[in-house]
């Protein structure tokens, strides 16, 4: 199979979608003229014109709202936020509009919106630019939340989310999109709500998503070398989330670890680990162990921003202790 | 009336007949505004009607003249004081006073309440409680009605306190920037909730000055006076359709009672309210059709008996209507 | 002791700083000449006059972010939002800029800013109105997050929230405001991190916070008539989190329950029972027993409403199916 | 020089030699921008500064003749485009350059970057990164300044882009309704990352006149020229030490380099950069300053070798600064 990168998939995912459908349309800032700030949408205005590649205002309240509203007109926009960080200045039209304006109008207006957007930390861009708001916005009833580990799934899950007739968040882990992988040039799409298991094993679950997902990968080797087989599964949507993939993998494994790359408290984890022991407290030998990132601001230092950004000793030391392993 | 220019009212003065079936209309939807909100009153003292409640009662005009000028594929978009758009828009009133009281008929199943009115097929695109939230909103469905290349425009009310939220001046200048068919009516009320416009903006108390400097066509009406109203709209609605992008009107007007059903409105004095009281659209526009004989008072006392049995009849739908089931807390929240 | 209501021993702390502290003031949306919307600062315009008392147009983003600067400035602002919903429109001033820029100047400001608001739902004011953002706020590092359940901690948590200088979050749970309890009249204060045991037992450890702990009380009732002694516990702040009052409580029931009259998935308990089951898996004689509001957006509908909100009969109904009690 | 009217720099040209160092002042904090500019550009190719780097390269007139109105008790805050404005408060040079190098000796300790410094001790609050995010926080800073009832006053800088935020406008109404000792200062050059001012405004490329409209006493400047910046802005803080609430003043410049070392700027053609460059501050200021013989070669000449020597001073000391311990990591997040 070709490989290409996790923002080549993207790129491919917008591009046909704009190919098929008239009502599909891109805005954003600088996502035309300028290309994008990571490129995702480079070429698109060359392509398709100002029409269907809006550039904004610096507004994002409006434009996220003006989403909503295209969508409840009658068309399938595509909101690009230049970072997920910067969700905060339109939460209100995310959270309490587009999330809620299906269930006030009982089953009148359906939002079929993608708002896309780079997340994570790494990059050494400090406090402010570091967020992982995809953790808040996964409680949010009435939206889906979205986050590819591969460029496979990335074009999958992004066709899906085109389809979808509800306000999806879909977020980019930042540090991937330059990285590689197969993707099949027949057409295919990854549903919602279906994790992944990534890599098969009997000992250990362990659980992530997005950039978390090469730290687990690590710690797999690491483990196999010991002659420990861990189960890696990435849940690649995390509204809806698949619960049964992972109290299935638990009851054979009876050990869990699950990983955020984002801050431990409250992060995507907390709600799978509280879940996922009421459903499988009697299969686990012990507590299931949680690894994240530390509850502090993003610290702009690098060597500062990676020993808050959880590492594969963190995980194997966390193993360690739980289980002895 | 003739001075009355191009408004649909004046035009059809040519034709007495039509005219007077269109004033009569205008009536009958102010008289119905009235007394639905004043059974809205009466129903939540009753404790039907619950949560918050926003009485429109005093702006009634402001509804009427501005919507009667729409067409039916165009958009309206408006806040939680929103009774008195639906009717105008001609919501069924039984569904209407239905969703008040929470029940399975109501316009939203009883799950969005006074605040939340919506009704698709009209184009009744709701009812918005964060203040200025609508306004992004109305900013896209005109932009639905650009992309798809049709002359449907999107009329958006909202209040004078919700200029002090950036999502106004964001979308003023989204809407000018892109020239979206979209009209902005601002209900200048003088008071958000118990603030005084002049407590809490800068630049006094007329809005359409600082609308002109986003490059926006901006003027002000009388909004206690039906057919005023009616034609800066007309004239808007043409000029928007047209491809002139962005229209803002602002309204004169005044909200009678409270800021809903908890507030006494203590802070303004009676003096004020009187001022108000004698513009009354209820009292001074019925005047003039009989002054101008343009109707009789049985045309009117026809009309008021045609909707004092309308809402006792909605207030009856409405209380004998079933509660939504259970099952209906899970539904409606994915297409 | 003398009885007062919730809402006059929040009155009561505002008046007491305003008296004590010049550098406290107060601002928001109508607390002045209209009073309030649930009259909180009532009175206080006519005692201290519009300079410390300060209404503000209906830009929360702005002043919130004021606060902030004002908090930078010296002053100790106290920032009433007239509902926590309504926290979306200026969520990045408290989240990117009040939690953040202690840390991004290195420790050179503080920021001394108490913010208020009514949270929670069961009023039906519907789906954008019924919010209780605090379970957000809680997992943000820079803030601390105070929600109080009786009179009593509301006086004596407010006190030491307008001394502290940090950025608080104080949600009152809005259901409670009419609520009566004893306070006496010699000075206190009620520290923050300190969970408070509202009801001894050593059967089961039930666990909430604001208006959750009604429901609790009413279950404790239940189950001591059935001879079963629960212990219950009030949070009274989600952010510092006192972990230890739970973990010694529960290693002696070996039973446990949380419960968020917030919608469940995301709720504080998430948090509380992932860390919970970590440090008490060996005691618990089952799973933890999670209730929380459903997932749905809020209904206004009256029996809706209620339906959706956790009520004593599934508290009860939880510790049945997981510890047959 | 006299037509310069009331700035301090014509006053003092009563006084040659006062005048001549107040001015040879200036032209070594252009200077001493600018090289520091280009150092940080070396330095990120270097991977010795991280992350987001935005160069002021091109304005340094505006942070210059601004920052040199003000008193050392005036509050100061601005975006992530800060390192002129830092320097020109006068904050350390090595600490600056040791915070972009993210270590120890920084202003943050490294833990704020290029975007984010302080110096509470000269009343720089920040540097910040979220566009608009930095208007209410002046706000406040302004209100604190009213409020404990000194005559000191607080000056925020802004982007063209960062008008179209909200907060913009929530922040002049709040100023002007409250009459805080504010100075809005827009730098106004043309661009807001990619986006061409007029592509994403409404109103056209003039922002003055839209601040009016919230009753706000608005002006533009050159800000290419350091002495017209300076005048205007020493007339703007003596209104609003005298309580005459807040001034907005835009600042027409050009940033010569892409948004950030990520930007090769493809979007902007040659001619129009061009046009700038002719203005360049750092060539015309000098020229004005030897024909009018207010200074000699000699004299620039030596002031530019002491900056050459403090930049590199400077990147030394970042270099050989520590890193923070990890230890650092948990701190400065209560107080
Ligand atoms: C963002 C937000 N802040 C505050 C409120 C509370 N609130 C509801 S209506 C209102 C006053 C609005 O006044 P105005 O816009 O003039 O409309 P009017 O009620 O006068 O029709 C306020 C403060 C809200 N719903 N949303
Ligand atoms: C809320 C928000 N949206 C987007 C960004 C990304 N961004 C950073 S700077 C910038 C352009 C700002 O332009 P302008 O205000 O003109 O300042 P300039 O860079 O020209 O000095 C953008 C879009 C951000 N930091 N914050
Ligand atoms: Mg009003
Ligand atoms: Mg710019």
Chains 1, 3 share one sequence.
């Not at chain 1, 295209?70 to 690009?80: D, M, N, S, T």
């Not at chain 1, 849940?235 to 809806?240: A, D, F, H, Y």
């Not at chain 2, 007007?253 to 800021?259: D, I, S």
Request: glycine fraction near 10%; aromatic fraction near 8%; hydrophobic fraction near 40%.
């Amino acid at each position: 199979m070709p490989e290409i990168t996790f923002r080549q998939a993207l790129q491919r995912a917008l591009d046909e979608a704009l190919e098929n459908d008239p009502d599909v349309f891109v805005m954003g800032e600088d996502i035309g003229k300028y290309g994008g700030a990571y490129a995702i949408t480079s070429g698109l205005l060359e392509k398709y014109g100002p029409n269907r590649i809006k550039d904004t205002p610096i507004s994002e309240a409006t434009f996220l709202g003006a989403g909503v509203g295209a969508a409840a007109g009658g068309l399938r926009p595509i909101v690009e936020l230049m970072s997920i960080s910067f969700a905060l200045v339109g939460f209100d039209q995310i959270v309490n509009m587009a999330a809620n304006i299906r269930y006030m109008s009982g089953g009148q207006i359906s939002v079929p919106l993608v708002i896309r957007a780079p997340t994570g930390a790494g990059m050494q861009l400090s406090a402010t630019h570091s967020q992982s708001f995809e953790t808040w916005l996964a409680e949010v009833p009435g939206l889906k939340v979205v986050v590819p580990s591969t460029p496979y799934d990335a074009l999958g899950l992004m066709r899906t989310a085109i389809k979808d007739n509800n306000p999806i968040m879909f977020a980019e882990p930042a540090g991937l999109y330059g990285s590689k992988g197969e993707v099949p040039d027949e057409y295919y799409e990854v549903p919602f709500g279906e994790a992944s298991i990534q890599r098969e094993g009997g000992d250990i679950t362990l659980i992530s998503y997005g950039h978390g997902m090469r730290v687990l990968h690590t710690v797999a080797d690491e483990l196999a070398e010991r002659g420990i087989e861990a189960e890696v599964i990435d849940l690649r949507t995390l509204n809806p989330l698949d619960m049964d993939t992972l109290v299935s993998s638990v009851q054979s494994t009876n050990r869990a670890l699950t990983l955020d790359m984002a801050r431990r408290t409250g992060g995507a984890m907390a709600e799978v680990t509280s879940r996922l022991q009421q459903k499988t407290s009697d299969w686990l030998d012990g507590p299931i162990v949680r690894v994240g990132a530390d509850d502090v601001p993003w610290p702009y230092n690098r060597s500062l921003e990676q020993e808050v950004l959880p590492q594969a000793k963190d995980v194997l030391a966390g193993i360690e202790s739980a289980y002895g392993l | 009336m003739k001075s009355r220019g191009k408004s649909k009212a004046s035009k059809a003065s040519t034709n007495g007949a039509a005219d007077k079936q269109e004033l009569l209309e205008l009536y009958r939807q102010m008289y119905l505004i009235r007394e639905f909100e004043e059974a809205c009153g009466e129903n939540y003292s009753k404790g039907f009607i619950r949560g918050f409640l926003h009485l429109y009662i005093g702006q009634e005009a402001v509804a009427a003249g501005a919507i009667s000028a729409l067409r039916p594929d165009d958009y309206i978009v408006t806040h939680y004081r929103d009774h008195g758009h639906a009717l105008a828009r001609k919501l069924d009133t039984n569904r209407v006073m239905a969703e008040l009281f929470g029940r399975a008929t109501g316009l939203s199943k009883g799950k969005g309440g006074s605040m939340h009115l919506f009704d698709v097929a009209k184009r009744f695109m709701g009812g918005h409680a964060i203040v200025g939230g609508q306004l992004p909103l109305a900013a896209g469905l005109a932009l639905a009605c650009q992309y798809q290349e049709t002359d449907a425009l999107t009329l958006v009310f909202f209040g004078d306190g919700a200029v002090n939220q950036g999502t106004f001046h964001e979308t003023m200048n989204l809407a000018a920037v892109w020239e979206l068919p979209i009209l902005f009516f601002l209900e200048n009320n003088l008071y958000g909730m118990g603030s005084a416009v002049d407590r809490v903006r800068a630049g006094g108390v007329d809005f359409y000055p600082a609308a002109q400097s986003y490059g926006v066509e901006a003027t002000v009406v009388d909004g206690m006076d039906v057919l005023a109203v009616r034609e800066v709209t007309d004239k808007a609605v043409e000029q928007i359709r047209s491809g002139g992008g962005p229209v803002f009107i602002e309204a004169k007007t005044f909200r009678f009672q409270g800021h809903s059903m908890a507030d006494p409105a203590k802070y303004r004095d009676r003096s004020e309210l009187e001022y108000w009281e004698a513009r009354d659209p209820l009292k001074t526009f019925p005047k003039m059709l009989t002054e101008q004989s343009i109707a009789t008072d049985e045309d009117l006392a026809e009309i008021r008996k045609a909707v004092d049995e309308e809402i006792i009849a909605a207030v009856k739908f409405a209380e004998e209507s079933p509660q939504p089931s259970m099952d209906e807390i899970f539904t409606d929240i994915y297409a």
